[in-house]
């Protein structure tokens, strides 16, 4: 009992220490950076932005998560951080299995490895606030148990100080952007992460949206083996995304069509994303029966949809103002467009500024408003992706700034630009402009209203704000 009592405080020692550490690191960075201003010295951007990398880098946690978020938002951070940060990877060290059973046990109590037939104690994977495992449900179905680190509550707490830090950090070197609301946003996203029991509404609120699609599969829950900080779910099997890029073409379209719907259609009809389109979110199931001899690939029937940690629900007004802009964008309506900034939650918009944030509007519907068959981003890698236009719009932010970005912004342009990401790792050719039509077609603000309200009551997710 004394060594386990050892080893949990030997475990928040080292957490403890290693913020004090980068906290340490974050600040002498920050310090530098004053000391260049307050000296009249130029700065060194590169030289600040590998410093102020290395020093999130020994953390590993959360903020990872963060960085990589903030690396996606022009002038979010200026381009010298975006390129450090963006090359962080957020991992953490597995729990190993003593301390598994001992979590299993804090969650679902004594007799937990008697509710299972089976329960692999070394995780089938592992990211920044827990990990899954693989288990055995006494009915045979397959499961996947996600469970929450230890004390994550108080890290992502100290996570989030430090992001302040870098923040605060930005303002006084390119105040290009006012990042007030972006702070309130990534704070309430990742604070969301930690509770599992909200997580499973937003994934039954998916089951529900989906439940006639067969081209998108979501997990079911098992409530009865599920906690704050305990998920268990159906294992869906199938096939990393990437295993596809040499298929065909027509295989490779086939799952960016589903990506698309999966992202556009409860954006559209019910007004919520998944914020989070990360490469190993999804997998791909195939068609029974198939199966290539040489690369081992059958034919993708669909994606698998993983993870419901980073969903971010919009009142539907903001949706009617993504419609309006691409209208706008689309029939060269400047007044629609303005209103549709407005309505976004962006204030005091300068005609300058308008026509800056147009620039990047562009770019995120470019391939929506081109009637045609083409790859997402012509000519454009998926590490290079958006880095022409987010350096056109820093430049004149400078000039013309500064600008608020609303907090509805942020996990919209997150999303999109992953997702974008994606279709260029999987190099499909695409009529992306017919694709969102078809999405969009009859849109009617009411009826968009109530099906949210309803689906949004049945899965037991609160309503946004409006």
Aim: hydrophobic fraction near 45%.
């Amino acid at each position: 009992m004394n060594d386990r009592k050892d080893e949990e405080e030997n475990r928040l020692s080292a957490r403890a220490a290693r913020y004090v550490r980068v906290g340490t690191n974050v600040g002498a960075v920050a310090a530098r950076v004053a000391g260049q201003r307050l000296l009249g010295l130029g700065s060194d951007d590169a030289s600040n932005a590998a410093a102020l990398a290395a020093a999130l880098g020994g953390l590993k946690g959360p903020i990872m998560k963060v960085a990589q978020l903030m690396a996606t938002i022009p002038e979010a951070l200026p381009a010298e951080y975006a390129q450090e940060l963006s090359q962080l990877q957020s991992q953490a060290p597995p729990m190993g299995p003593a301390f598994v059973r001992r979590r299993m046990l804090a969650e679902l109590g004594t007799d937990w490895a008697a509710r299972f037939k089976s329960f692999d104690q070394q995780p089938a994977a592992s990211a920044s606030l827990g990990q899954v495992h693989r288990a055995i449900a006494h009915d045979g179905r397959a499961l996947a148990c996600k469970l929450q680190y230890p004390d994550m509550q108080s890290a992502v707490e100290a996570d989030l100080n430090q992001l302040k830090v870098v923040f605060a950090l930005h303002a006084r070197m390119n105040p290009a952007v006012d990042t007030s609301e972006i702070i309130k946003e990534v704070s309430a996203r990742l604070r969301e992460e930690l509770d599992y029991e909200l997580e499973a509404r937003h994934m039954a609120l998916y089951a529900l949206i989906f439940r006639d699609e067969p081209s998108i599969r979501v997990p079911e829950i098992t409530a009865d083996l599920s906690t704050k900080r305990l998920l268990t779910m159906t294992w869906l099997e199938g096939r990393k995304l990437l295993d596809y890029k040499p298929a065909p073409l027509e295989d490779r379209n086939a799952i960016a069509k589903a990506m698309f719907k999966a992202w556009w259609y409860p954006f559209s009809h019910y007004g919520v994303i998944h914020g989070d389109p990360h490469l190993g979110n999804y997998t791909i199931f195939e068609h029974a029966g198939t199966g290539n001899d040489t690369t081992g690939l059958g034919t993708p029937a669909g994606i698998n949809l993983l993870d419901y940690g980073c969903i971010r629900t919009f009142p539907t007004k903001f949706v009617q103002g993504v419609i309006d802009l691409y209208n706008g964008l689309l029939h060269n309506k400047r007044e629609l467009v303005v209103h549709a900034y407005e309505t976004w939650g962006f204030a005091g918009l300068s005609n300058e500024l308008i026509d800056v944030l147009s620039i990047w509007a562009r770019f995120i519907y470019g391939p929506l408003l081109d009637d045609r068959e083409r790859e997402i981003a012509d000519g454009t890698t998926p590490g290079q992706y958006g880095r022409k236009e987010a350096f056109t719009v820093h430049k004149q932010l400078k000039e013309k700034g500064p600008v608020r970005v609303p907090r509805e912004f942020v996990f919209m342009d997150r999303a999109a630009i992953g997702l974008g990401g994606v279709f260029l790792h999987l190099g499909a050719r695409l009529n992306w402009y017919k694709m969102f039509n078809e999405t969009i077609e009859g849109f009617v603000l009411d009826e968009v209203a109530e099906r949210q309200k309803e689906a949004f009551a049945i899965a037991g997710v609160p309503l946004p704000a409006a």
